[in-house]
Antibody
Framework: QVLLQESGPGLVKPSETLSLTCTVS????????WTWIRQPPGKGLEWIGY???????KYNPSLKSRVTMSVDTSKNQFSLKLSSVTAADTAIYYC?????????????WGQGTMVTVSS | QSVLTQPPSVSGAPGQRVTISCTGS?????????VHWYQHLPGTAPKFLIY???NRPSGVPDRFSGSKSGTSASLAISGLQAEDEADYYC???????????FGSGTKVTVL
């Protein structure tokens, strides 16, 4: 079973850039779409966007101006950058995989990493 | 505020059947986009429960079932068990927002 593990700073200062990496193990990053989803404290899930192993991306329009996703197939990793962060970006960030042949269903999730935006 | 509305909570006794609604609109569920469901225990990774409105991934008990009609979808849990106590989220695509969206979430309590 493929495993996903998020890594990155747990604390980011306001106005700076949040950077997270997801490492895919026990499976290949190729042929799949990969997503980032977040959950602010006490709130529901929010889709941030997805990236295909080929590099094709689609971002949530509400975050599009601040989001950049990239993929490194040689390292079996994909990454998220969110610029100009504010306290509203404080959340648990999940990296995940889109199930093949579905309209965006997420079949594999990382454990999530808490990112706090604070000075 | 989510475009997919779920009841904040539902509850039932062990062995009972509960249903969770997910109400959308003509730009998401009503437009024919698939609905997916997840089970989420705080502090853990969400679990893939239902895809394509009514399909169960391998390993998901048949106590969980999904359906869709018009602009709404539902998740039913039959033979409720203590381990089913969790938050449940629906997900679909919204063409007006051009984004995948999640429901507001429903907490299931086993009495």
């Amino acid at each position: 079973q493929v495993l996903l593990q998020e890594s990155g700073p747990g604390l980011v200062k306001p106005s700076e850039t949040l950077s997270l990496t997801c490492t895919v193990s026990a499976g290949s990053i190729s042929t799949y779409y990969w997503t980032w989803i977040r959950q602010p404290p006490g709130k529901g899930l929010e889709w941030i966007g997805y990236i295909h192993y080929s590099g094709t991306t689609k971002y949530n329009p509400s975050l599009k101006s601040r989001v950049t996703m990239s993929v490194d197939t040689s390292k079996n990793q994909f990454s998220l950058k969110l610029s100009s962060v504010t306290a509203a970006d404080t959340a648990i960030y999940y990296c995940s995989r889109v199930a093949t042949g579905t309209q965006g269903a997420v079949d594999v999730w990382g454990q999530g990493t808490m990112v706090t935006v604070s000075s | 505020q989510s475009v997919l509305t779920q009841p904040p909570s539902v509850s039932g006794a062990p062995g009972q059947r509960v249903t969770i609604s997910c109400t959308g609109s003509s730009s998401n569920i009503g437009a024919g986009y698939d609905v997916h469901w997840y089970q989420h225990l705080p502090g853990t990774a969400p679990k893939f429960l239902i895809y394509g409105s009514s399909n169960r991934p391998s390993g998901v008990p048949d106590r969980f079932s999904g359906s869709k009609s018009g602009t709404s979808a539902s998740l039913a849990i039959s033979g409720l068990q203590a381990e089913d106590e969790a938050d449940y989220y629906c997900q679909s695509y919204d063409s007006s927002l051009s984004a995948y969206v999640f429901g507001s979430g429903t907490k299931v309590t086993v009495l």
